[in-house]
């Protein structure tokens, strides 16, 4: 008799037993619905834990029939292959990213027939030539780097049960805002690799220094800092890319696409693992891309508007009423002369930062475990009175379980950005409907497969020919998401309404199927609990302009190299206007 433990993509454990049928088959310890065949009859059976018994079943399911669990049912040796594991010939294969321990790598080399392990660049694979070791595998995991999974069910309609954590996130404690204390619970999350830090980012996009993520106010040395001077060449940042690790991530997609995996990785493990908010303008991946620590404000230096993230601004000053094009303008005022790394917020870093607050949260839903955000009774005057930084000295994360809009504290906080939902719909660059189909873009230039060599504003549909096609978006007005449909490259689009304020997503969607529209996400002052991270307005066209749609700046800096080269070419131009001058 053979019996293996096993655990699957989705972390649970149970037995895997071969036996001949005139074997007793074994019931202490037995897992529900662990596996078992009989050699000699090929019969397959189920076990149920409440009875203590072994059921049979046929693979066709139907008629009340058990039906067999997720396991591919190739053997080799006697050994059935699981999650995670392929075998090619003599060898199996360990994916990285879909076995979760030691303990299953281990697993994995008592299937194979010889129990030897050599290591190939896809992983691991088992062979006759090295005998394994604990010490050795440990290794290879460590090799391998860190990989955060989870997969969302969409079928589960409770927002949380419907998250299971994968790979290196197995164990770990959700995060999650302790209303009751006033403070937020990071769990096993505070120093994951990929948390950003605040930091002051001068326009060429050189960091001048970092905040202390306690007070703003401060740099890390408790000097004062300059976070809330309209004078200071450059604005308030969260730098992403903790000391130089890029952020990879890996969609990996079920039958129905609307259910799903996402991997989160310090490198890149595969070619299926992609960086797309590391990719400049320039076409480089770049050690670190910037997202504003605070909603717009709209700061003249004299002779220009700029779109700038600053503390101590008067909502009155937040971008509003403007157009998209008229946004954009603005945002990329910041740039210095012959450099051109800023923009509105644009769509790869909200795909990146919605994933990360899924897994730290281990919730579809974001609300409840990081705060209402400023969502009730909210109008144009209310907000005129808001002042960005009302959560400086609150660390990078900080909400109330409360949208009142007068109370200007309820405001969230995540990953050091304030308002992140609630208070303005933010309008952001790569998303667009054109009569209900979505169409996206991930990267300035084409390295996502788009043939666009720019982000596009326009209300004319073919002016986004160059864009990727996405999905179709159903009719919605503010209605509750049920379920979305996501691509490889992490883009996404809703597919089904029909949610509530208490289950799903518990965000809404706005779409106009007859228009070309402009995406806002995250919802305002009054949109009530319809607001959150994954809240989504496609109604409108990138000509509309209210006091409840606004934008913030972000950057992408230019490489080390593009950035040597650029001062060289001004010191040149310098040089040269000195020359004329005499």
Partial sequence: MISVNRRTLYGEVFNDVRCLSSDEKPTEGIKNGSTLIEIDTGKRYLYDALSCQWNEFSQGGGG????????????????TVGEGLTMDGTALSVDYSEVASVDALEEATALSPTGGIVSTQDGLAIDTDVIATREYVDSRINARGTVYGFHVDSNESDSTACVTYLADALGMTPAHMDYANQR???????????????????????????????????????????????TYAGNAMMEWGRDGKIIWYKVVLDADPTSY??????????????????????????KHFYTPCYFGSIVNDGTKDVLRSLSGQLGS??????????????????NPDGIDIWDTEVYADVILVNFLLTLISKSIESRTAFGQGIHTSGTDAINDGFTSGVHDTKGLFWGT?????????????????????????????????????????????????????DYVVSTTGSAYDGYLMGGTLPAASGSYIKKQELRPDGS?????????????????????????TFAFRGGASAD???????????????????????????????????????????????????????
């Fill in 261 to 286: 995996s996402v991997y989160i990785a310090d490198n890149q493990v595969d070619d299926a693992y992609v960086c797309y908010p590391f990719i400049n303008g320039d076409g480089d991946i770049v």
């Fill in 401 to 453: 379980n409360s949208g009142a809009a007068e109370t200007y504290m309820n405001a969230v906080k995540v990953f050091g950005m304030e308002n992140w939902w609630g208070f303005m719909w933010r309008r952001f660059a790569g998303l667009v409907a054109v009569n209900g189909t979505e169409k996206y873009k991930l990267t300035r230039g084409t390295q996502d497969g788009s043939t666009a060599n």
């Fill in 317 to 334: 000053a937040r971008c509003k009423s403007k157009t998209a094009a008229q946004e954009r303008t603005m945002a990329k005022a910041n």
């Fill in 492 to 516: 996404y689009t809703p597919t089904v309404v029909g949610g509530s304020a208490s289950t799903y997503y518990r965000d809404a969607l706005w779409t106009n199927l007859n228009a070309v």
């Fill in 64 to 79: 009340g029939d058990y039906v067999l669990p997720t396991m591919s049912p190739t053997t080799k040796g006697g050994a």
């Fill in 184 to 230: 937020f619970d990071y769990g096993s999350w505070e120093n994951a690799f990929f948390m950003p830090k605040p930091c002051m980012l001068k326009y060429d996009g050189t960091v001048d220094y970092y905040l202390d993520p306690n007070d703003y106010a401060k740099k890390l040395d408790s000097t004062a800092s300059d976070v809330a001077d309209p």
């Fill in 528 to 582: 009530s609990a319809r607001v959150g991270a994954w809240y989504l307005a496609l109604d409108n066209e990138a000509s509309r302009a209210a006091w409840v749609f606004g934008a913030a700046p972000s950057c992408k800096p230019q490489s080390p190299e593009a950035a040597m080269a650029s001062r060289i070419k001004k010191l040149e131009q310098t040089v040269a206007q000195l020359v004329a001058g005499e």
